[in-house]
RNA sequence: GCGCCAUUAGCUCAAUCGGUAGAGCAACUGCCUCUUAAGCAGAAGGUUGUGGGUUCGAUUCCCUCAUGGCGUACCA
């Protein structure tokens, strides 16, 4: 006790003082026999119950909890405000009502604090649904000062590195999470109507396939070996195909070891699904009865807003092939192309960068999302990918060098990746085998995965799959910059001294 | 990785030409039994992100570092 005086007397800021002065009076409540933290508290209603009853609960009894946002003391009686997860509700205490013990209890509580309120509904004068207090609870001491109850917490460092006192004050935040947990709700049911089954498959892995990205490196010590965390879990779910699980989805986590930015956080969540025996074209349909559904159950009307933009996500979508929209929107035919050092050739022509170590179809993809990515605000299919860069994708019929894969843009932003799944063991062997030879030339590293083509020899019905990045789908839904507006904890660096 | 911007009280924000930091909310002490951004009176709260430099004097100018934001690059 002496010790930590004597601290506090040497690291002495305002922030202690604050904290002092509330410890402070959570010693005087145990004084009075009052437990700070005790179990519970049963309430007979929650806040957003009370509030929507109103009229109904004049002159009844109720019951609520939760914590004390404000406080209007006048001498004798208060008013203040509690909030739960479903709202906010005034309550009025009047010393001669509580008792003046009750009422002395009350005077040692904070803003911030929990509480149990017990007492009859009345409105006041100027109309406020209100509980009149007869008893009081304290249910959990709070120690640090909430921010400011007019303006807010504003400081976009400490809303995310403290996304609890982010939630605690700004109501907006909790309504994208809900809109969150709601999407993906929303997800489930429909797939589950269409008796999708959802799985879980391994997040540690020893071969990082299903797409090209730098993984995060683990290491299982009594195994002695090193593992990846997934960046996809497409290979693992393709073999579920092979095993008769032909209608399947997973919505879980990838982790990939790159940059940060609005748009990529390293850990995000991925819905991928796979339904056999169909091709990449009824995937298109999926997402559009998808996005159809999600908007039926969460918005009423196929529209949402971005910035200044309304999007329109009314179906069917437009389908546009690649080439098409290169030539429409760079007015160059890309079809002509003929190799690395033309497409290079091209780019310089149209003022568009890239790097020496940029493949043809990576200084094409430079290309697309500067002239044609932005201008993609409803939603709209582009198909027609080359195949050689779709290794996991089944290549047309008529053309081999065209994927049978479309990817879907929505507010110049790719949502979705679908296409026909190659279930040719040999072209797939060969595919890998060919993509290895590039990666040796990111000096990435990589293996073909063996154990996945060996359950392709033992034959994978057709079969079409579906990638949703989940969290820029929140961002669509709940117009927001940043991924990390609707990632509860995004990534963020060690907080410094 | 690079560029630009930001960092001041627990929170939200001020501070003129470089002259030694102010307010509101919260907290504290009084008063106040229908308030609601309650009110009134009083008092308190700061190593101006970090470390250096220039200067008689730095929140202010210069440099370093840290964290964050935006842009850009990277990312099938």
């Keep these: 006790m002496q010790e930590s005086r004597e601290n506090s007397k040497n690291s002495k800021s305002p922030i202690d003082d604050l904290i002092s002065q509330r410890r402070q009076k959570m010693k005087e409540l145990r004084e ?14 929650c806040i957003s119950d009370i509030l929507k009853k109103g009229r109904e609960l004049e002159g009844k009894a109720v019951s609520a909890h939760g914590r004390i946002m404000s406080m209007r003391k006048m001498g004798k009686a208060s008013f203040i405000h509690i909030q739960d997860m479903t709202g906010r509700v ?7 009502d509580v008792g003046s013990e009750n009422y002395m209890i009350f005077k040692l509580l904070d803003i911030g604090d929990f509480v149990g309120l017990s007492g009859k509904m009345f409105y006041t004068k100027t109309g406020e649904l209100t509980i009149h207090v007869e008893s009081l609870l304290p249910l959990a001491k709070s ?7 007019w303006h807010g917490l504003k400081d976009v460092e400490t809303r995310y590195r403290q996304r609890y006192v982010d939630l605690i004050v700004n109501e907006d935040v909790k309504e994208v999470f809900r809109l969150r947990s709601g999407i993906v709700q929303a997800i489930r049911k429909f797939l589950d109507e269409k008796d999708y089954l959802e799985v879980e498959t391994p997040m540690m892995q020893s071969i990082a396939g299903g797409a090209t990205a730098k993984p995060f490196i683990t290491h299982h010590e009594s195994l002695d070996m090193d593992l990846y ?3 996809a879990p497409e290979l693992y779910l393709k073999r579920l195909v092979v095993g008769g699980i032909e209608k399947v989805y997973e919505i879980n986590r990838n982790f990939r070891n790159e940059g940060i930015s609005t748009k990529h956080n390293p850990e995000f969540t991925m819905l991928e699904v796979y339904n056999a025996y169909t091709d990449y074209t009824s995937m298109m349909e999926l997402c559009e009865s998808l996005f159809n559904f999600i908007t039926k159950e969460l918005l009423g009307k196929p529209e949402v807003q971005s910035r200044e933009k309304t999007i329109n996500l009314k179906t069917p979508w437009p389908r546009v092939s690649l080439y098409d929209i290169l030539k429409e929107k760079t007015g160059k035919d890309f079809s002509e192309v003929d190799g690395r050092d033309d497409m290079a050739k091209l780019a310089d022509s149209l003022g568009v960068k890239y790097s020496e170590d940029n493949g043809e179809h990576k200084i094409m ?5 500067k002239f044609v990515q932005p201008t993609l605000v409803d939603p709209v299919f582009i198909v027609d990918y080359p195949a050689k860069h779709s290794p996991l994708a089944k290549p047309k019929k008529d053309n081999p060098k065209i994927a049978q894969r479309f990817e879907l843009f929505i507010n110049g932003q790719e949502i979705a990746n679908a296409y026909s799944e190659l279930n040719d063991p040999i072209q797939q062997r060969a595919k890998m085998e060919e993509q290895m030879k590039d990666r040796e030339l990111k000096k990435e590293g990589g293996v073909v995965d063996d154990d996945y083509i060996r359950a392709l020899e033992y034959g994978m019905p057709p079969c079409s799959g579906l990638g949703i990045g989940v969290d820029r789908l929140v961002m669509l839904f709940t117009g927001s910059a940043s991924i990390r507006d609707v990632i509860l904890f995004p990534q963020m660096k060690k907080e410094s001294d």
């Design 32 to 45: 009075k026999g009052v437990d700070p933290y005790p179990n519970g508290f049963d309430a007979t209603h």
């Design 90 to 96: 005034q309550a009025y205490l009047k010393r001669d």
């Design 143 to 149: 120690l640090r000062p909430l921010p400011e109850k």
């Design 229 to 231: 965390l997934r960046i």
């Design 365 to 369: 993809e430079h290309i697309f999302d």
